[in-house]
Protein backbone atom coordinates (compact mmCIF):
# COMPACT_ATOMS: atom_id res chain seq x y z
CA UNK A 1 0.00 0.00 0.00
CA UNK A 2 0.90 3.61 -0.93
CA UNK A 3 0.01 6.61 0.81
CA UNK A 4 -0.42 9.40 -1.28
CA UNK A 5 -2.20 13.00 -0.92
CA UNK A 6 -5.18 13.94 -3.11
CA UNK A 7 -7.25 16.88 -3.62
CA UNK A 8 -11.15 16.93 -2.29
CA UNK A 9 -13.29 18.61 -3.93
CA UNK A 10 -16.41 17.51 -2.24
CA UNK A 11 -16.91 16.07 1.38
CA UNK A 12 -15.12 12.72 1.96
CA UNK A 13 -18.88 11.25 1.39
CA UNK A 14 -19.98 8.43 -1.06
CA UNK A 15 -18.90 9.69 -4.76
CA UNK A 16 -16.31 12.44 -3.30
CA UNK A 17 -14.67 13.74 -6.14
CA UNK A 18 -10.87 13.95 -5.93
CA UNK A 19 -7.85 14.36 -8.14
CA UNK A 20 -4.98 12.22 -7.76
CA UNK A 21 -1.28 12.46 -8.48
CA UNK A 22 0.03 13.49 -11.69
CA UNK A 23 -3.53 13.36 -12.95
CA UNK A 24 -4.97 16.40 -15.03
CA UNK A 25 -8.95 15.99 -14.06
CA UNK A 26 -10.24 15.20 -10.85
CA UNK A 27 -12.19 11.55 -10.49
CA UNK A 28 -15.08 10.35 -8.67
CA UNK A 29 -14.22 7.87 -5.51
CA UNK A 30 -16.86 4.97 -5.90
CA UNK A 31 -16.93 2.89 -2.63
CA UNK A 32 -17.42 -0.64 -3.04
CA UNK A 33 -20.69 -1.20 -1.76
CA UNK A 34 -21.68 1.37 -4.27
CA UNK A 35 -19.54 -0.31 -6.89
CA UNK A 36 -21.72 -3.65 -5.97
CA UNK A 37 -25.10 -2.22 -6.32
CA UNK A 38 -24.09 -0.67 -9.80
CA UNK A 39 -22.99 -3.81 -10.98
CA UNK A 40 -26.05 -5.26 -9.48
CA UNK A 41 -28.06 -2.98 -11.48
CA UNK A 42 -26.66 -4.04 -14.93
CA UNK A 43 -26.88 -7.23 -14.15
CA UNK A 44 -30.60 -6.75 -13.64
CA UNK A 45 -30.92 -5.02 -17.05
CA UNK A 46 -29.28 -7.81 -18.83
CA UNK A 47 -31.34 -10.09 -17.02
CA UNK A 48 -34.75 -8.94 -17.79
CA UNK A 49 -33.24 -8.11 -21.26
CA UNK A 50 -32.71 -11.62 -21.90
CA UNK A 51 -36.53 -12.99 -20.11
CA UNK A 52 -37.70 -10.20 -22.96
CA UNK A 53 -38.72 -8.32 -20.00
CA UNK A 54 -38.11 -4.76 -22.08
CA UNK A 55 -40.39 -2.89 -19.62
CA UNK A 56 -38.34 -4.15 -16.26
CA UNK A 57 -35.35 -3.34 -18.19
CA UNK A 58 -36.73 -0.19 -19.10
CA UNK A 59 -37.51 0.45 -15.43
CA UNK A 60 -34.13 -1.12 -13.92
CA UNK A 61 -32.06 1.39 -16.57
CA UNK A 62 -34.02 4.31 -15.46
CA UNK A 63 -33.08 3.76 -11.68
CA UNK A 64 -29.45 3.57 -12.60
CA UNK A 65 -29.28 6.04 -15.08
CA UNK A 66 -30.81 8.40 -12.28
CA UNK A 67 -28.00 7.29 -10.12
CA UNK A 68 -25.58 7.81 -12.42
CA UNK A 69 -26.66 11.06 -13.34
CA UNK A 70 -26.84 12.31 -9.72
CA UNK A 71 -22.95 11.29 -9.41
CA UNK A 72 -22.08 13.07 -12.68
CA UNK A 73 -23.85 16.21 -11.40
CA UNK A 74 -22.01 16.00 -8.17
CA UNK A 75 -19.13 15.76 -10.32
CA UNK A 76 -19.60 18.65 -12.86
CA UNK A 77 -20.89 20.79 -9.81
CA UNK A 78 -17.77 20.30 -8.16
CA UNK A 79 -15.36 21.42 -10.95
CA UNK A 80 -17.43 24.65 -12.11
CA UNK A 81 -17.47 25.60 -8.01
CA UNK A 82 -13.46 24.98 -8.64
CA UNK A 83 -12.92 26.67 -11.71
CA UNK A 84 -12.09 23.45 -13.43
CA UNK A 85 -12.87 22.73 -17.29
CA UNK A 86 -14.96 19.36 -17.40
CA UNK A 87 -12.26 16.31 -19.63
CA UNK A 88 -15.85 15.68 -21.53
Do not use: K, W
Amino acid sequence: MERVEVELFTDGSNNAVVRMPGRSFPGVLVQGDSLSVIRSDVAGIRDACRAEGAAEALELAEFLLADLDAILLRYTDALDRHDLRRPF
